[in-house]
């Protein structure tokens, strides 16, 4: 099944279509080898999963993607006909931010930090509030705007992280999902809006998750990581059938 | 070549008198009390106008970095870098405390990076081994009370001289926070995602805690090592107990230092006090009425 993965090109999958390839990718750290030899292909449209049991490497790979942590090994994003795009937009939703729940930021804030020149504690015009507004909304989040980070909710968190990672479109949206914190009614609500979002925007998408009958559901392909590499990659019915991700994760349904 | 020399010097600090005469006579007409007359007093003020704001500044970032325990070993290293001062026979200490305080940080950074022990006791570790080093130094043959005036600081003992370098670094923090924060800012709230969006991680990593380094060192003269992280610390403290955004954080903070400031330099006129410890007394007062009207308003709701 890993032959599948990396010889579905993207000429085979209705032509004229992005897709980003990741060959070869490994990471060391000291003398420990996190990820060896990861080939993936994703083309934009459509939302891969990565699922593996914890420490698996699941975040490493993410990491590597956004050029965070060392690693051999190649990775091209093409645009429409076989063009290379040189310097990719990657949008990125982190697990959790690193900020203590009574610091006073509010949502608002962030946007304003990444997207506009003025400072954050500087005055923000009308446009640029309502730009910020226009973003919320995609993840039905506009009521959020002068909340503070620490008030929101673990779903709620995320969806404006996801929003956050919208603008500008990104060439490939990484997100690594939260191992816990957030209920099933947030988590369903976040694949809703991100499954949307892929048609409306065309997006490609590499999702880290934990919570397999969602994936089942919303994912349009699943990557499962083991023993360093990527051990199967197909559509969910297909990974889900294997003997080995049925064992590892006790799978009933 | 050296009648020259002297000429040149003797205009430069002519015009330094006639630069600081006007903010003398601006004083006097504006402040008509007799505190106010004094050219030490002057000199103070206009210290602490430029000062206690950088501090309001960078303290609201300290304190979202969880950077106070950070900033106090640099004040206490400070004694380090005066105990190297006299070892290498520098006369201004403000050099080698510079120097010593900038081979501390990126010390810190540097092993911070290599992820071996958390965070607190790498600092720990650096910064007591450095305060015992200067210690050692400083009491050699028992000459230690020459240098006790760093503990406690000066604050009235701020000359001309220093002022220009205050002011040069104030202008050189405002630069910095109008076009770095939200770089900075992002750094702070999450790595992975500061890097998605193209910032040099670890060049605004070390550019800021050096900033810190420059500020605490430039100001242990007058404000003292033992209480000027709470310089750093407090205003920022005191303004996040009833701020909502990042813009009300900045203003209130600033406004809190600014003010403490002032009315404890002025408060330690009276007194007779060490005005960089009065003027920490006041921040922790505001600390305590901010606290409890946070406790009020959320009861309230």
């Known amino acids: ?42 083309h934009c449209g459509e939302l891969t999963a990565i699922i593996g049991s914890n420490g698996a490497g699941k975040s490493t790979l993410l990491k590597a993607i956004l050029g965070e ?28 931010l690193d900020f203590d729940m009574s ?70 949206l990484l997100l690594d999902e939260p191992v816990s914190g957030i209920d099933h009614n947030g988590l ?47 559509t969910p019915r297909e990974v889900f059938g294997s003997q080995e991700v049925r064992k590892l994760f006790q799978m009933d349904f | 070549m050296y009648r020259k020399r002297v000429h040149v010097q003797e205009v430069s600090t002519c015009k330094r008198r006639v630069y600081m005469s006007g903010w003398y006579n601006l004083i006097e007409w504006l402040i008509p009390f007799e505190w106010a007359k004094y050219n030490f007093m002057k000199n103070a003020l206009l210290g602490v106008l430029l000062v206690t704001p950088m501090f309001g ?39 080698s405390m510079l120097g010593f305080s900038i081979f501390l940080t990126l010390a810190i950074i540097k092993v911070k990076g290599a992820n071996t022990a958390s965070i607190d006791t790498i600092i720990g570790v650096f910064s007591s081994t450095a305060v015992a080093l200067g210690i050692v130094i400083l009491s050699f043959r028992g000459g230690f009370a020459k240098y006790a005036s760093y503990l406690i600081g000066d604050l009235l003992s701020i000359t001309p001289e220093d002022l220009v370098l205050v ?36 060049l605004w990593e070390y550019a800021f805690a050096l900033m810190i380094a420059f500020i605490v060192t430039l100001s242990i003269k007058w404000v003292g090592t033992l209480i000027i992280s709470s310089m750093l ?14 813009k009300q954080y900045t203003v209130l903070s600033v406004t809190i230092a600014l003010f403490s400031g002032i009315s404890g330099l002025i408060l330690s006129y009276f007194l007779g006090s060490a005005a960089g410890a009065t003027i920490v007394l006041i921040l922790g007062l505001i600390f305590a009425l901010t606290y409890f009207t946070k406790i009020i308003l959320s009861g309230a709701k």
């Open chain 1, 103 to 172: 610091a006073p930021i509010s949502v608002c804030d962030i946007f304003a930090a990444s997207l506009f020149k003025a400072p954050v504690w500087w005055k923000r015009s009308k446009a640029s509030r309502q730009r910020v507004l226009d973003n919320l909304k995609r993840v039905q989040a506009e009521h959020l705007i002068d909340r503070k980070l620490g008030v929101l909710s673990g779903g709620e968190l995320q969806r404006v992280l996801l929003a956050l990672a919208l603008d500008p479109i990104p060439n490939i």
């Open chain 1, 1 to 42: 099944m890993q032959e599948q993965c990396k010889t579905q090109s993207c000429s085979q999958h209705g032509c004229g279509v992005c897709c980003t390839h990741i060959s070869h990718i490994s990471v060391k750290r000291g003398n420990h080898q996190i990820l060896k030899d990861v080939n993936l292909h994703i």
């Open chain 2, 167 to 202: 002011g040069i670094t104030f202008f050189i923090v405002i630069l910095i926070w109008i076009i770095a924060y939200n770089k900075i800012f992002l750094v702070s709230l999450n790595i992975s995602l500061a890097k998605s969006r193209g910032i040099n991680v670890h």
């Open chain 2, 233 to 246: 610390v407090l205003p920022a403290a005191a303004a996040r107990n009833i701020a909502s955004n990042t």
């Open chain 2, 57 to 95: 500044l960078v303290g609201t970032m300290v304190v979202n970095n969880k950077m106070a325990f950070f900033s106090d070993a640099l004040g206490h290293s400070a004694l380090t870098g005066i105990a190297l001062g006299v070892i290498l026979g520098i006369g201004n200490p403000i050099w």
């Open chain 1, 69 to 96: 942590l060392p690693h051999s090994g190649e990775i091209t994003y093409l645009e429409v006909r076989d063009q290379i795009v040189k310097r990719p937009v990657i949008g990125y939703v982190p697990q959790k």
């Open chain 1, 188 to 234: 369903k609500l976040f694949y809703e809006i991100v499954a949307s979002l892929r048609q409306a925007y065309d997006l490609s998408i590499i999702l880290v998750s934990h919570d397999l009958p969602l994936v089942a559901k919303y994912a349009d392909r699943v990557a499962f990581l083991n023993h360093r590499t990527i051990e199967c990659c197909g």
